[in-house]
C-alpha cells in the first residue's frame, strides 16, 4: 500500500518476534476461532469479528486464504476450516517474514505448536522463554516442604533456563498481585511463611511475598527478563499493570538484567519514560499492535517512541493460538513503524540513514543485542550503536 | 465540510442520545451562559468562551442563530437573548438530528425542560433514565429508620424504574467515593449501620458501604446502569473515577445488567479495554467530545474505538443547560466518527459497508438493543450482529 | 519548513519561558554533553544521541553551528568544541527567540549560567524563581532547633521572594514525596516533631509532613506556585507525580495563588481538567516538548489544549545544562502550536484572529499575566481576555 524506502526496508527485514506462543495444531470451528480471537469473555450477540482485530483478520488474512479483502467472516471461516490448521499456520506464519521467534512455552490452554513446530512451519528458528510462574507451580506440585520451596524454585529454574536454545524469562506478576509490591527481596523466612500458605492452599501462585520472590530470584537467573504489563485478558486489573508502579524495584535491580516491558498499552508512555531513564529497561507495544490494527498501530508505536531511545524498543506479535496473530502482528508492525518513520524523512525530521538504522534496530537488532541470540547480526561483534 | 458516503450516512442518523440532561428554560445573561459552558469554577478574568468549547460554539452554534462563523461571543450572547430561551433550544435541538434522548432527570440544580418538554422542542422521543443517588436522598428525606434503609431504597428504586418511560438507571459513586471501593455487597448489618451514620450527619449519599450496596441494588434491577467515569467538575477526583478500578467489581457482576461507562476521557482506553474483556461492559465519550470540539472528537473516538467491539460504543451528548451542548455532541460525534472511518475506507483497511455498519451500530442501534428501546430498529428482532 | 500565518506570527514572538535553568559554562567532552541530553542514567552500549531529542539536536542545533542537517553526534561535538561553550550558548540562547527567561536557580549540580549571565548571552531579560526544598535545606544547613524550623523556614522563604528579581515559587513535591499527601496544612506540632526527625536525620527534605507544609507556606507567600508534575528523571515515582493527585489540595487552596504545572506529560489530559475546573490552575508542557521533539510536540501539545482554556497554558523550555535546549523547547513549542492552529484555521474550526490570539497568550502573555512581569505586554493594563 504505502511505499518509500522505509517501507521497502521493513517489508524486506527478518524480524525477530522476541515474544510470542504457538497456534492451535487443530481445525477451529465458528466458536473456537471467535473465542481465540478476543482477549475478553464471550460476548452474548456479539461477534468478535465485529472489532479493530477482525476487520483487521478479514482485511488483511483473507488474501492469504486466496479470499478478497474483507471477506466475509462466514466465508472466511469456511475457507480456514477447507485449508486446514497445517496449511493455515503454514501460510501465515511465512508471510509474518520473521526470521526467529521466542516463544513463550509456560501458557498453552489448547495444544498448540512447540517452538521446532512454529519455527518448521514458518522457516525460521525458535527459541524459548521460561515462564516463571509455572516453574513455581511445577515445583508446588512436585511436592516441597515449605521451607524448601525457595531453593527449590530457584534450583528449577536455573535447570529451566539451561536448557538448551532458552533465552530468556517471563513473568506474569502483573496478573497475579499487580506490581504495587513491597520493592525489596523477601526475607528467607518470609518465603517459608508464605510457601507454608501456598502449598497449603493450592492454585496458581499469587502470593505477594512468593511473587516477589520469583522476581528478585528472576535477577540472579543472569537473563533478560520480560514482564507482561498493561493490556491483556479479563483476569487482569489493568491499573495495577502500570509498569511505573515498577519504579522501586527497577531502581533496586539497575545494572543486573535486561528488562522487557511486554505489551504496555495503554501504558507505553510510562514505559517509554522508564525505558528513558533505567538503562535495563526495554519495551515493545505487541498484542496491542494487531488489536487496535494496521489502522491505529502508527499512533501506537509514536506514543510508545515518544522519547524512548531507539536501542530500546523491541518487536513482538505477542500472538496466540491463531497463526493469523503472528502475520498481523508483524504487518502492523511494519507498516505502522514505516509510516512515521517515512513521514519524519519526509517532513526532513529525520535523516533516511537514521529511519532505516532505526527499523533494523528495533525490528531484529535490539531483539539480537537483548538477548544475545546466536547467528544475530551483532553475535559476538562490538555494539554498532 | 468532510464529505463522502459515511459522512452522507452520519449526518442522515437519526442519533440516539444515550444520556443527557434537560436544557434552561429561562434566557441566560453572560454570566449565566458561561457558568454553563464550563465544568469549572469562574475563572477570574478568563471568559470560558476562550476555550476549546467556547471556540466550537462560535463556530458551529452561531450560524443556527443566523449568525456568520466565529461571531464574537457579546454577538452571540445578544442574538441568543433576541430569540429568547425556546426558540433556542428549538433550533439546537432539531439541528441535532437526534431521534432519542435518553434524559438523566436526577441533576438539574437550574430550571430545565423535562423529558416531554426536551422530547417536544426537538420533535423526538425522550425516555428517562434515574439517578440512583437521588432516590436514596429522598428515602432519607422522607425520614427512614437505619436498619429499614436498605428495604427502603430497593423498594424507592424499583418503583423509580417500573414508571413508564423509564429505561435505565445511573450512578455518580465516581464523584461520591470514587471507584476503589471493596467490590464485595455489604451485609444488612453493614448497611444499617453505614446507614445511621448517614442518617444522623445527613448531606448527600457519599458512604462507601452505601454506595456499594446502591450499585449491587442496581445489579438487581435488571436495567442498563449508567456509571459517570473520568471528566466531570471540579467536585470529582479524575485518578478515582478511572475505571478500571471497577475491575473486580465487573467481574463479580459478569453476566447481569449492561454497564455503560459514561465520559470515560482521559480514560477511554481504559474503558476500551474493559469493554473488550467483559461482555456486559459499554462505553460512550459524551461530554468529552463536544468539550474538545469537532477538531479533536476523532481523536478521542479514535483512542475509544481502539480496541472496543463495535457494538460497545455509544454515543451520548451528556449535554446539561444549554441546548448548544445538545446540537454539539451531535456534530462532533458525526463529524469525528465519519471522518475516522471514512479515512480507514480510502485507505482500504475497512469496507464501506462496514463503516456504514459500524456507523449505525454506535450512533442508534447499540443504545436501542442496550436500553431495548421500544420502536428502536431492533425492537423484538434479532440480532443483527 | 511550514509557513503561513500562525507559523509567521509565532515565529515572531518574543516568548516568555517561565521556567528554565542554566546552560554549563564550561565545555562538555562526549560523557558529559550526553549526560546533559537525557534525564536518565547512562545506558551501557546505547548514545542517548539515539533517541528523538537526539535526533532533534542533530537536525535543529547543528545548523546553528554551521553544518548540515543531521550532521552526526562525532562532528557535532567537535564543532562544539571548537566553537566554545560561550559562543555556543550565545547562538542556541538568541536563536530561542525568548524575551523573558524564568529560571529556577535551585538546581545546579554543574557550573551553570546565572539569571543575568543567561540574560546577557541571549540578549534577553530573566527573573528568578526560588526553590523552596532549596530553601528549607539550607535553613537545615543552617541549624534551626525542631521547634523553630517552621518559623525559620517561613521566615527564609519569605525573604527569599522579595529579593528583587524574583517572580515565584517552585516546589519538586513530585519527586520527594509524590502528591498523594493528606491535602490538610499540618498543625505546628506536626511539624516542630517531623523537624526533629528530619533535622536528627539529614538529607533532603522528603518527610510528608515537611512536604505538606511547605506547600501551604507557598499558598502564604502569595506568588505564583510551580509544581513539578509528570516527566523527569529516574529519581522519580511517576505515578505519584500525577497532577490529579492534588485535586483535594487544590480545592482548599482555591483563590489563593496561581498554581502553574510544570512538564505533565504523560498527564497532560489530567492537567488539561484541573486547568479547566479551578480557577488557579495553569500548566505548560515544558521538558516533554524538546525530548519528543519536533516531530511529536504538536500531538503533545494538541493532548495538552484538549479543554484546557487558552489563558491556562504556557511556555517554558524547562531546559537545563545545554542551551541547545533553550532554542529546542522554543522550536517544538512554535512550530508544534503553530501546526495545530494553521490546520484548524484551514478547516475553518477556528478563526484566524483566535488562531493569532492564542499564540501570543500561550508563548507570552499568559506568563506575563501570571507572573505579573514588569514591561509586559500586559503591566498594569486591563486584562485583554
Redesign the interface.
Known amino acids: ?1 504505502a511505499a518509500g524506502p522505509v517501507h521497502e526496508a521493513l517489508a524486506a527485514l527478518n524480524l525477530v518476534d522476541h515474544h510470542c506462543h504457538g497456534a492451535v495444531t487443530h481445525g477451529l470451528d465458528r466458536t473456537g476461532f471467535e473465542s481465540l480471537l ?11 469479528f ?4 477482525g ?2 483478520v ?2 488483511h488474512c483473507a488474501p492469504l486464504l486466496d479470499l478478497p ?2 471477506a466475509p467472516a462466514d466465508v472466511y471461516l469456511a475457507r480456514r476450516a477447507e485449508l486446514g490448521a497445517e496449511e493455515v499456520n503454514r501460510r501465515f506464519l511465512r508471510a509474518a517474514g520473521t526470521g526467529v521467534f521466542c516463544v513463550d512455552t509456560g501458557f498453552a490452554p489448547d495444544r498448540v505448536t512447540t517452538p521446532a513446530e512454529l519455527a518448521g512451519a514458518a522457516g525460521a528458528t525458535a527459541y524459548e522463554v521460561v515462564r516463571l510462574e509455572s516453574v513455581a507451580e511445577a515445583v508446588a506440585a512436585d511436592g516441597v516442604e515449605p521451607d524448601a520451596y525457595g531453593a527449590a524454585f530457584r534450583s528449577a529454574a536455573w535447570e529451566a533456563v539451561r536448557r538448551p536454545g532458552v533465552v530468556g524469562v517471563k513473568s506474569v506478576a502483573a496478573y497475579r498481585t499487580g506490581f504495587g509490591l513491597d520493592p525489596e527481596p523477601p526475607s528467607p523466612a518470609e518465603v517459608t511463611e508464605a510457601a507454608r500458605r501456598w502449598l497449603a492452599r493450592g492454585g496458581r501462585l499469587d502470593d505477594p511475598v512468593l511473587v516477589r520472590h520469583l522476581l528478585w530470584t528472576a535477577v540472579d537467573l543472569g537473563r533478560p527478563l520480560q514482564l507482561h504489563t498493561g ?1 491483556g ?2 483476569d ?4 495495577r499493570a ?1 509498569p ?2 515498577l ?2 524495584w527497577l ?1 533496586l535491580t ?1 545494572g543486573t538484567v535486561p528488562v522487557v516491558l511486554l505489551h504496555c ?2 501504558f507505553q ?2 514505559a517509554a ?2 525505558s ?4 535495563q529497561v526495554h519495551l515493545d507495544v505487541g498484542l ?1 499492535l494487531h ?6 498501530a502508527g ?2 508505536l ?1 506514543e510508545a ?8 524498543l523491541l518487536h513482538s506479535s505477542d500472538a496466540y493460538g491463531v497463526a493469523e496473530f503472528h502475520h498481523l502482528g508483524a504487518l502492523a508492525f511494519r507498516q505502522g513503524l514505516a509510516g512515521l518513520l517515512e513521514e ?1 524523512v519526509d ?5 533516511l540513514a ?1 529511519a532505516l538504522r532505526i527499523a533494523r534496530w528495533t525490528g531484529r537488532d535490539n531483539a539480537c ?1 537483548v538477548y544475545r541470540l546466536p547467528g544475530g547480526p551483532l553475535d559476538g561483534a562490538p ?1 554498532d ?1
Chains 1, 2, 3 share one sequence.
Open positions: 500500500m478476543t482477549e475478553g469473555e464471550a460476548w452474548p450477540g456479539v461477534s468478535p465485529d472489532s479493530p482485530v476487520l483487521a478479514r482485511r479483502r474483507h493490556f485478558d479479563s487482569l486489573r489493568l491499573h502500570d511505573s508502579l519504579t522501586d531502581r539497575a498499552w495503554p508512555r510510562q519514560y522508564l528513558a531513564v533505567f538503562g496491542a488489536h487496535v490494527g494496521p489502522a491505529r499512533t501506537v509514536a517512541l515518544e522519547i524512548t531511545p531507539f536501542r530500546k519524519r517532513a526532513d525530521e529525520m535523516a537514521d543485542r555494539d550503536g
